[in-house]
């Protein structure tokens, strides 16, 4: 790990963000789209190209966080034809800006903290045109802070309103305490674990991650198409296929993990945030480790 701690350019942000949804995409990811199957009316091509049409905007010093996540969202609107990544904009944009910053020895922890806590509603303006543009199935309307609406509050406010059901909007209440505390943690014994063992591709590596997020957290993206318990039951079935990817996925397990994707797919289940959270964690480790900062303050709060 680099012992410089600098803010990373955003070259190196946008070359990481692009690595991340890459990454995502050639692994194989029961219910998703990847390199193996399409499905859900889409391709691999349209996550490539929206991932590329993002990048530049991702960390883009020029623009207001929420300006970022707009701008992100409508060029991969435009270039893919559809919403493919908005979930992954909303949560690679706030870590991009934890690692722009001149923070010294602060940690990913710390630097979100700060990040998260200077947003207000004019962040909350861009990105409920944001979200409004990329209109994400089962949205759903709120008496409060309802994305159809200019908002009267702050964005970190609006999304604590929608916490208890949606894990993206968790992620901005809670400082991505998840994702800095359990996911990225989960990354690294997963990834320590591939080098005890022979013949572990990154893509492997990727999708044990994602059937550990999988069968761990129900997926807001069912939660909201189809409701709590159908997620619940993807879960579960993602916990009864814990021999074919635990303690890693291996290309003899393929099979059963393709039968599995089918099944997700004839019936429309997409784990969407599932994808999303592993793209960030994949993207929150890279430069966690580019720009030298730990994940943790030393100091107890």
């Given at each position: 790990m680099s012992a410089s701690r600098t803010p990373l350019d955003p070259d190196a942000i946008?070359?990481?963000?692009?690595?991340?949804?890459?990454?995502?995409?050639?692994?194989?990811?029961?219910?998703?789209?990847?390199?193996?199957?399409?499905?859900h009316g889409m391709e691999v091509a349209h996550f490539l190209n929206a991932a590329d049409a993002a990048a530049e905007f991702v960390a883009e010093p020029a623009l207001s966080f929420g300006m970022r996540v707009r701008a992100a969202v409508g060029n991969s609107m435009a270039a893919a034809g559809c919403n493919t990544n908005l979930g992954i904009i909303l949560l690679c944009v706030p870590l991009a800006a934890a690692a722009m910053l001149d923070a010294g020895e602060a940690s990913l922890a710390e630097r979100m903290a700060h990040v998260l806590g200077g947003?207000?509603?004019?962040?909350?303006?861009?990105?409920?045109?944001?979200?409004?543009?990329?209109n994400p199935g089962g949205l759903g309307r709120s008496e409060t802070a309802d994305v159809a609406a200019p908002p009267a509050i702050g964005l970190v406010e609006a999304m604590r309103l929608?916490?208890?059901?949606?894990?993206?909007?968790?992620?901005?209440?809670?400082?991505?305490?998840?994702?800095?505390?359990?996911?990225i943690p989960d990354l690294r014994r997963i990834e320590a674990r591939a080098g005890e063992a022979e013949g572990v591709t990154r893509d492997d590596i990727v999708a044990t991650l994602?059937?550990?997020?999988?069968?761990?957290?129900?997926?807001?993206?069912?939660?909201r198409k189809f409701g709590f318990e159908v997620a619940s039951h993807v879960q579960r079935l993602a916990r009864s296929a814990r021999p074919s990817w635990h303690p890693l996925v291996r290309p003899q397990a393929y099979p059963a993990l393709l039968?599995?994707?089918?099944?997700?797919?004839?019936?429309?289940?997409?784990?969407?945030?599932?994808?999303?959270?592993?793209?960030?964690?994949?993207?929150?480790?890279?430069?966690?480790?580019?720009?030298?900062?730990?994940?943790l303050s030393n100091v107890a709060s």
């Open positions: 946008a070359s990481a963000f692009v690595a991340a949804c890459r990454a995502e995409l050639t692994a194989l990811k029961p219910g998703n789209v990847h390199v193996h199957a399409a499905g947003l207000d509603s004019s962040d909350a303006y861009h990105v409920f045109a944001a979200i409004r543009a990329a929608a916490a208890a059901r949606d894990r993206i909007a968790a992620a901005y209440a809670n400082r991505f305490r998840d994702l800095i505390e359990d996911h994602y059937m550990s997020l999988l069968s761990r957290f129900p997926d807001s993206h069912i939660r039968a599995l994707d089918t099944l997700l797919k004839e019936n429309g289940w997409n784990p969407g945030t599932s994808a999303d959270f592993t793209v960030a964690t994949l993207f929150a480790s890279d430069l966690a480790q580019r720009g030298g900062f730990s994940l």
